[in-house]
């Protein structure tokens, strides 16, 4: 598969002009919104649709986001698909049933091999600032959560507030300065609606 083009520098500057940029919550999707798989420390995305099961407490989290004006956009690296583990037919109708239970604006993903370079895997802020740019984003008003430290330095490159969902890995690196850390993505959400309030945010 073709790697994305590279993002230019300054990208939020060439954001697409709109009336009034939108701040967005950008999520990972495996252990944020999905529930991943378990081995050793480590957690992994489902390669089945049998075994692709959203997190319960996900719907309401995002529909009050939603409520609060937030675009609400999927990041998330799927490598497996450039590994060769999962057909990327078989992404897209899990990414299909996201979208059907889920208020989710936009789904962003990288395929790519962690050996090939691409500017959109993170922890590179790629995905986030293509979206920035297609959606009229932000970035300065907006939130990236993640379970993983690569969420965390994507967001943090964007110029988003960041949130880490600690799941308690304890064979992959811990992030370093998140601005919170929570439990769930609901935690994340209760967070972000009352920094909302703290700023008199609409």
């Known amino acids: 598969m073709p790697r994305q083009p590279p993002v230019p520098a ?10 009034r940029l939108r701040p967005a919550v950008f999520l990972d999707r495996d ?9 050793d420390g ?17 719907r309401a989290a995002l529909s009050a986001l939603k409520d609060k004006g937030f675009l609400i956009v999927v990041v998330t690296n799927q490598p497996d698909i450039g590994n ?3 057909l990327s037919t078989v992404v ?13 604006d936009k789904i962003e993903i990288c395929p790519h091999r962690q050996d090939e370079d691409c500017t959109c895997r993170k922890p590179r802020a790629g995905m986030l600032l293509r979206a920035a ?11 990236m959560v ?19 969902i600690d799941l308690g890995y304890t064979a992959e690196k811990r992030p370093s300065q998140p601005d919170h850390v929570v439990r769930d993505v609901s935690d994340a959400a209760r967070i972000i609606l009352a920094n909302c309030e703290l700023r008199g945010q609409a």
Request: hydrophobic share 40%.
């Open 92 to 104: 897209e109708k899990m990414h299909a049933l996201m979208l059907d239970e889920l208020p989710i």
């Open 146 to 164: 993640g379970d993983r430290a690569s969420d965390v330095e994507a967001g943090a490159t964007a110029g988003c507030s960041t949130i880490f």
């Open 10 to 19: 300054g990208a939020q500057d060439q954001v697409v002009s709109h009336a």
């Open 42 to 58: 480590r957690s992994y995305a489902p390669r089945t649709l049998a075994s692709f099961a959203i997190y319960p407490e996900a």
């Open 84 to 86: 060769g583990k999962i």
């Open 31 to 39: 252990g944020v919104l999905v529930v991943p798989e378990f081995r």
């Open 133 to 143: 740019q297609e959606c009229g984003i932000d970035l300065s008003k907006s939130y």
